[in-house]
Nanobody, 122 residues
């Protein structure tokens, strides 16, 4: 069964760091651009970051540039989101996504993870 499984969420103080992981089946990982979205309470789901199949191209939403880094380990079929200098406004459920490789911002997502909660306290 094709699936994405996130891990690594939790509670952290403002200024701290967390690393999210997303394990994917091999077929998904070798065929799709991988990335992350987030959804804060009462808000729409938004694009956070993505990485190309080769790992040579990344994209970020402006609010996380310079603080978050997306990477992938093709041998482990896993994508990561390293989050540094976290702010209370980063609090959200973070979802792993696999989407059409053509679009950096993953306009067309074929697979979603179930999400992992990140809470940043002030």
């Amino acid at each position: 069964q094709e699936q994405l499984v996130e891990s690594g969420g939790g509670l952290v103080q403002a200024g701290g760091s967390l690393r999210l992981s997303c394990a994917a089946s091999g077929r998904i990982f070798s065929s799709y651009r991988m990335g992350w979205f987030r959804q804060a309470p009462g808000k729409d789901r938004e694009f956070v970051a993505s990485i190309s199949l080769s790992g040579g191209s990344t994209a970020y939403t402006d609010s996380v540039k310079g603080r978050f880094t997306v990477s992938r380990d093709n041998a482990k079929s896993t994508v990561y989101l390293q989050m540094n200098s976290l702010k209370p406004e980063d609090t959200a459920v973070y979802y792993c996504a696999a989407g059409n490789p053509t679009y950096e911002r993953l306009w067309f997502v074929s697979y979603w993870g179930k999400g992992t909660l990140v809470t940043v306290s002030s």
